[in-house]
């Protein structure tokens, strides 16, 4: 199978995870397209919401207000008394840290992978090879923390040729798929924009996806596609987070439009220049009222009323 990832996770073709779908042996687009299908038909049958709000992924197209919702989700369930641990994923995003409060960045889990080390002692890999992983086994050098926050990055891609996002994507799936979560303790992901995590599979073990759609076609189109690729993956709380919204008709539209793509919203945040202000200085967001739009969201969603 060389470098192929199983997306079901087996090993090799008739190991005990292979449904069969033909992906590994795929030679034309068609076969492709076949195993895909099949894939998504297999995962959607067998998902099951175990009502359960440990592992969300905050998605949407680039420029939405991603990082500004996860910071201010992270912020709100901090709010609520979990520990909330952050992975930052987007290797294009650069200031995520920055709306934490935090100074500087934390060493990124991409030097695991680090073969150009001069000078210094090799990297501890041995915590993520284990078949299970606590937010406490993770090194203190990859994290920084703030009162019942979190923040790990997996790593920014910096210099031409420095590679592709893959190692970033492997890392992510890796640890994401081993981490051990607690009672009263919460992932979030910051995912890059658009869908290409999708395809790689990351979300795998996730179990809610926010998608984060601001008023504009291609916005609402992207949460279409997102939504189709999440519910295929077998996740079975997909929602949709209105941002940016200026009126209550906008609103109302938007909620249409992402109705007719089969996409649930879960709630709104109004236009907040305050939100805009501290996205551009790239400063913490504070208390705003886009963070008690953001608090009655997490009600819905912990609540399952969403
Ligand atoms: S047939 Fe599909 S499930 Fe089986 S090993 Fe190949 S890619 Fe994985």
Redesign the pocket.
């Known amino acids: ?1 060389g470098l ?1 990832h ?10 005990d ?9 795929a030679t034309t687009q068609e076969e492709m397209v076949a ?1 895909s299908k ?2 998504r038909a297999y995962l959607r049958s067998h998902t099951v919401d175990k009502g359960v709000i440990q592992k969300i992924a905050v998605s949407g197209k680039g420029g939405v207000g991603k990082s500004s919702v996860v910071t201010l989700v992270a912020n709100a369930l901090v709010g609520k008394g979990y520990r909330v641990l952050v992975l930052d994923t987007d290797e294009s995003n650069p200031g995520l840290y920055r709306m934490f409060g935090f100074n500087a960045e934390p060493k990124p889990l991409l030097t695991l992978l680090s073969r150009f080390s001069p000078g210094e002692a090799e990297a501890n890999t041995e915590w993520i090879t284990r078949d299970e992983i606590a937010i406490e086994d993770i090194p203190a050098e990859y994290i920084l923390s703030r009162d019942g926050l979190k923040f790990l990055a997996v790593g920014k891609i910096e210099d031409p040729f420095q590679g592709c996002a893959c190692s970033i994507a492997d890392i992510t799936r890796e640890l994401m798929g081993k981490l051990v979560i607690g009672e009263n303790e919460v992932v979030l992901v910051d995912l890059e924009a658009g869908i290409e995590s999708f395809g790689r599979g990351i979300e795998r073990s996730v179990d809610t996806v926010l998608m984060v759609v601001e008023p504009s076609f291609e916005s609402i189109s992207l949460a279409g596609k997102i939504g189709y690729m999440a519910e295929g993956m077998g996740i079975s709380r997909v929602r949709a987070v209105l941002n940016k919204v200026p009126s209550e008709k906008v609103r109302q539209r938007m909620v249409e439009e992402l109705d007719q793509k089969g996409v649930q919203s879960i709630g709104t945040i109004y236009y907040d220049p305050e939100l805009s202000e501290a996205g551009f200085e790239g400063t913490a967001l504070g208390n705003s009222r886009a963070l008690e739009d953001v608090k009655g969201i997490i009600e819905s969603l912990l609540n399952g009323t969403g």
Do not use: E, T, V
């Open positions: 199978m192929f199983c997306p079901m996770g087996a090993a090799f073709y008739d190991d995870d292979c449904i069969d779908c033909g992906m590994c042996s195993a099949k894939i």
